[in-house]
């Protein structure tokens, strides 16, 4: 437990008096300092989990522990070590400037419990200036982009300095840049020592930033296949530079079929981020490991 | 002190985004005021020729009544409505440190109303209104109605769309004012004081014949809901994290 950032014992959730049970006897351990994903189709219980973690919904049986903490005796312990970052779309006072929803925020994540006034407002301007968003911060929140908007929830989720930061769905209706940006942001907590925990159904984006990726499934959370999902795409490529070989990897027919649409896409200047994963990623030598492999 | 030092840092965080909102939206506030005002007005003239003279004080209060037993549940609804309650539960705060704080900065903005409307009455309608229970009947009233707002905080919790219920609360609790005369209290009426929300201002609503034994009525109906309060958030608010509600809109 203690290299573990999340450690969860025999935990039980279920919804509607039981009837419909998200997980059963789960347990597992995060280890610190990682950027763990959590995959899954919607409605598989990622969200539950990263409030389960958060302490925003209860388990029913089982227990949960934050570095050690367990999340029923030592909360308020918790909560000042954990940030949630979810929906871009809401989660921000609209009418209000990007400046004066952190002021507000910075307050209630106690940052000036920790540091003097003109501390904090250092602490601010670092973060605008960290990630860039001088330009707008003064504007009022309901002129700004989704890109925007997810930078901003990210930098007030950082004003307490988390030791744990949950991600749920980060990159969620964000576009080929926005997602670029928030993946950098990400990359560079993690640099930073910051454990992460994201959960998304896009499991692309997950492969190409977390040291470990885990899937729920029957009601547990379980390593998550990481082989396949390199092979499938690369056998996607393997298939665009000779499409001879598709023939021999029937069973991945759409999933390949589907990588070479969004390769084909790219060549009419659509902006596809799943094309972007596959060639920005460096996963090209690998790709051609494999092809060699194969061939 | 401590604990102090960090509760003043919401307040001013709370009324520092009031204001921001008021400026946002001016009209709103003003027109809501003139005719909280209006209507109050009118009815403190309805009773006060109805010869219930007692109930005249508590009506003044009645805005801010209603002001503090909805601003808990309603700051709570629009948090969840927008997306922004998650935020705040995830803050160094809880939730009912935050809707305490959230109270008082709607009761500081209802001062000004509240003793606009105390000196129309005292002109237009009773000038023998008292100040000093009047002042005591604000202080009752900011502890009731933060306790009332808590309960109905917790129902919004548990069952989210309660629109209908409070409505019902709301037109309850002007029935209350008007109809439950203080101008006479048998020891009957006096234990069924105790025990309603907002008792304490009905009793002291009786200015000049205050006895200790009303005195002690009305801390003792404060105290009932003080804990009443305490004990129904407190189930309300595990409830709503246990069954997975909390934060649902």
Not at chain 1, 95 to 100: Q, V
Not at chain 2, 43 to 72: A, R
Request: some cysteine; glycine content about 6%; overall charge positive.
């Amino acid at each position: 437990m203690a290299d573990s950032i999340v450690s969860v014992n025999n935990l039980s959730k279920s919804f509607d008096h039981g009837r419909v049970t998200v997980f059963q006897d789960l347990s597992i351990e995060i280890p610190k300092n990682k950027v763990v994903g959590l995959i899954g189709p919607n409605g598989s219980g990622k969200t539950t989990f990263i409030k389960l973690i958060s302490g925003m919904i209860l388990p029913d049986d089982g227990e949960i522990f934050v570095d050690g903490h367990n999340i029923l005796k030592s909360f308020s312990v918790i909560k000042k070590m954990i940030a949630v970052v979810s929906d871009s779309n809401r989660a921000l006072y609209w009418n209000l400037s990007g400046y004066e929803n952190i002021q507000y925020f910075a307050i209630l994540k106690g940052l000036y419990n920790n540091y003097n006034k003109s501390e904090g407002e250092r602490v601010i301007e670092q973060l605008i200036s960290e990630l860039n968003m001088e330009n707008f911060i003064f504007n009022k929140v309901n002129t700004y982009s989704k890109g925007m908007r997810q930078k901003l929830i990210l930098l007030m989720a950082l004003l307490n300095s988390p030791k744990l930061l949950l991600l749920d769905e980060p990159l969620n209706g964000l576009d080929f840049e926005n997602a670029l940006i928030i993946k950098d942001i990400i990359i560079n907590l993690a640099q930073k020592g910051v454990s992460i925990i994201i959960s998304s159904h896009d499991k692309y984006f997950l492969e190409e930033i977390c040291d470990l990726k885990y899937a729920i499934k029957d009601k547990k959370i379980v390593f998550a296949p990481r082989d396949i999902f390199v092979s499938k795409k690369a056998m996607a490529y393997v298939c665009l530079i000779n499409p001879m070989v598709l023939e021999q990897f029937q069973e991945y027919h759409y999933e390949i079929v589907d990588y070479q649409k969004n390769i084909y896409a790219i060549e009419f200047g659509i902006n596809d981020y799943n094309f972007f994963n596959l060639i920005e990623r460096n996963l090209k030598n690998k790709f051609l490991e494999i092809l060699s492999i194969i061939s | 002190m401590v604990y102090l030092i960090k509760m003043k840092f919401l307040l001013v965080a709370e009324i520092r985004k009031s204001l921001q909102f008021l400026k946002s939206y001016p009209l709103d506030f003003i027109g809501n005021s003139f005719s909280f005002i209006l209507v109050i007005l009118a009815i403190i003239f309805g009773v006060y020729k109805l010869g219930y003279k007692g109930n005249v004080v508590g009506l003044i209060v009645f805005p801010m009544i209603l002001s503090l037993s909805g601003t808990p549940s309603s700051s709570l609804r629009e948090d969840i409505a927008i997306g922004t309650f998650e935020q705040v539960f995830n803050s160094s705060y809880t939730i009912a440190e935050v809707l305490l704080c959230r109270s008082l900065v709607t009761f500081i903005l209802s001062l000004p109303m509240t003793f606009i409307i105390l000196l129309l009455a005292k002109t237009l309608v009773d000038s023998s209104i008292n100040l000093f229970p009047f002042s005591l009947i604000i202080l009752f009233t900011l502890i009731n109605g933060i306790s009332v707002g808590m309960v109905l905080a917790g129902l919004v919790m548990v069952y989210r769309k309660v629109d209908s219920l409070f409505n019902l609360i709301y037109l309850a609790l002007l029935f209350e004012f008007v109809f439950i005369s203080a101008h006479s209290l048998s020891l009957y009426k006096v234990i069924i004081t105790i025990l309603i929300p907002f008792g304490s201002i009905l009793l002291i609503g009786l200015g000049k014949n205050l006895s200790n034994m009303i005195y002690l009525a009305a801390v003792l109906n404060t105290s009932i809901w003080i804990f009443l309060s305490y004990t129904l958030y407190k189930i309300m608010y595990n409830y709503s994290r246990k069954s997975g509600k909390l934060g649902w809109y």
